[in-house]
């Protein structure tokens, strides 16, 4: 069969390899001149990488690391020790360290956690331990049920006291969902707690050794092209055109590049847009459709990334870093833990700014500014005296609606794959999988998209073959 998929993120180009992997034929429309979509990059003037967001892959990313595998390029990752490592704001520049055994889970977490007393005292550690306990025993089950109440709800529900949140789980939040516990919904947190505490592995940290759309998303364009399919850049999908019967008759594909629109037909059409820019394609008679209606409720996060190159070395910690700081999430110094960034002796700081709404509106240089702010607080060694680190150049990028914005509720209105519109079908992040809003995500739900399409194959062929005799 040959399938139309419109964009070509992570979940729009998994969607095509499971589909040529089953024998179909997909075609990949993407509106931009560069793959990846969220995990996009670009180099600058000088040759240096920029990214759309610090992108962490974890050893709990089963779907991700099978597909590393398929290519071959499983040499890619580069895992970091088994810790989580956070700045300790009432001590600038110090760090306190999560570090995971070698033992089965979940001893390892647990260890991580009990040996871990600067942030967490045992009382907290109890109170928090016991009220995962239902997490532990009833599983996914009790963790969708947790749906109806932000974190800090549910910390409350269970009388654990609130600065477990200001300790750890502000840091997680935002690293998670570029939003605060007071806006997330619990089932995130205690999704990703589940994970880490049942895998051994699971919390186990890995960077890409180069730029995704080089590094990864190009090899998943190879093995498409190589078994016939094809990947198209400035391609947009504009228009979906309808039969009478409401299911899809063709897609109208523009030319960013300036020729004329195409109007192509497939056996199957696949949306793996954002779901922000999906709601925006919705023919009008579709609209009045519970899946599309409820789509509404899904709207994307603003967050900013921001690179900072700098002419010294600040850091020599090969990891992630929690920066605990109310402007900024997650960090990493990208000259010591990405091989193709690598620098021996200057650092490159790449840093998630989050939460973004109050700042996704401003200048550059004002996020730069107050991103020095508080990098002042987390290299203090650096930023006084007469000899401070200089900035050799910045760059911001913003993404005003990234990932869909995890709170409360949102599990019940997360589609599936399969729509009630026979020929047509979703990926991306946002349609139901169990690994919310993340890269992982996005892989599955583009490996079940194929699946549900080549599960329909009889029924679309049937459906086309009967399009055409009449
Ligand atoms: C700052 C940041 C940090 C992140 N950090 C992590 C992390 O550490 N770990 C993790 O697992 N995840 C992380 N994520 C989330 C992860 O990047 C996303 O979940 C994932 O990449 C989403 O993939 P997708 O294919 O569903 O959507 P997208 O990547 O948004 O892909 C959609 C594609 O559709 C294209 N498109 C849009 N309109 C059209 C059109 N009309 N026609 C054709 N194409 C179109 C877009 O250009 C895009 O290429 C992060 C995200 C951000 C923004």
């Not at 590094?215 to 190879?222: A, E, G, H, S, T």
């Not at 709207?299 to 190159?309: A, E, K, L, S, Y």
């Not at 709404?357 to 508080?374: C, L, M, P, R």
């Amino acid at each position: 069969m040959r399938v139309a998929i419109a964009g070509a993120g992570l979940a729009g180009l998994s969607c095509a390899k499971y589909l040529s992997q089953a024998g179909h034929t997909p075609i990949v429309y993407e509106a931009r001149n560069v793959l990846g979509g969220k995990v996009a990059a670009w180099k600058d003037e000088d040759g240096d990488w920029y990214e759309t967001g610090l992108h962490i892959f974890f050893g709990a990313y089963p779907n991700m690391l099978q597909l590393f595998q398929e290519l071959g390029i499983e040499e890619r990752l580069q895992w970091k020790s088994h810790s989580m490592i956070f700045n300790q704001p009432e001590e600038p520049g110090t760090y306190s360290r999560f570090d995971f055994p070698d033992l089965p889970a979940p001893l390892n977490g647990v260890t991580a956690i009990l040996s871990n007393n600067d942030m967490l005292n045992w009382y907290e550690k109890i109170a928090f331990g016991i009220g995962l306990i239902p997490a532990m025993l009833r599983g996914q089950e009790y963790v969708e049920e947790c749906d109806n109440q932000s974190w800090t709800e549910w910390l409350r529900s269970h009388n654990i006291p609130e600065r477990v949140n200001d300790e750890v789980f502000i840091a997680m939040s935002k690293a998670l969902n570029f939003i605060n516990p007071d806006e997330i919904s619990s089932t995130v947190l205690l999704t990703a707690l589940n994970r880490f505490l049942q895998e051994k592995n699971g919390s186990k940290m890995a960077f890409l050794d180069g730029a995704p759309p080089e590094r990864l998303c190009q090899p998943i364009v190879d093995y498409i092209t190589n078994k016939g399919g094809e990947v198209h850049l400035n391609k947009p999908l504009r228009e979906i055109n309808l039969k009478d019967d409401g299911s899809i008759k063709s897609l109208t594909i523009g030319n960013a590049e300036g020729g004329d629109s195409v109007e192509i037909e497939a056996d199957a059409y696949v949306s793996a847009l954002p779901v922000d820019l999906l709601k925006l394609m919705i023919p009008k008679s579709w609209k009045g459709l519970e899946v599309f209606r409820k789509l509404e409720n899904l709207r994307g996060v603003p967050v900013i990334n921001i690179h900072i190159w700098f002419d010294r070395k600040l850091t020599d910690i090969d990891h992630l870093l929690f920066s605990r700081s109310p402007l900024l999430s997650v960090y990493a110094d990208m000259s010591v833990t990405c091989k193709e960034y690598e620098d021996p002796n200057r650092s490159m700081l790449e840093l998630v700014f989050a939460p973004a709404k109050d700042w996704i509106g401003k200048s550059d240089q004002d996020i730069f500014d107050a991103t020095i702010d508080e990098l002042r607080k987390l290299f203090p060694d650096h930023f006084t005296g007469t000899d401070q680190a200089k900035v050799r150049k910045y760059k911001v990028v913003k993404t005003p609606l990234s990932v869909y914005k995890a709170i409360p509720g949102c599990q019940a209105i997360r589609p599936s794959q399969e729509t009630p519109i026979t020929n047509f079908f979703l990926a991306g992040d946002y349609t139901m999988q169990r690994y919310l809003a993340s890269m992982e995500g996005a892989v599955l739900s583009g490996k079940l998209c194929a699946s549900a399409i080549d599960k329909s194959k009889e029924r679309l062929e049937q459906k086309n073959s009967q399009a055409q005799s009449s």
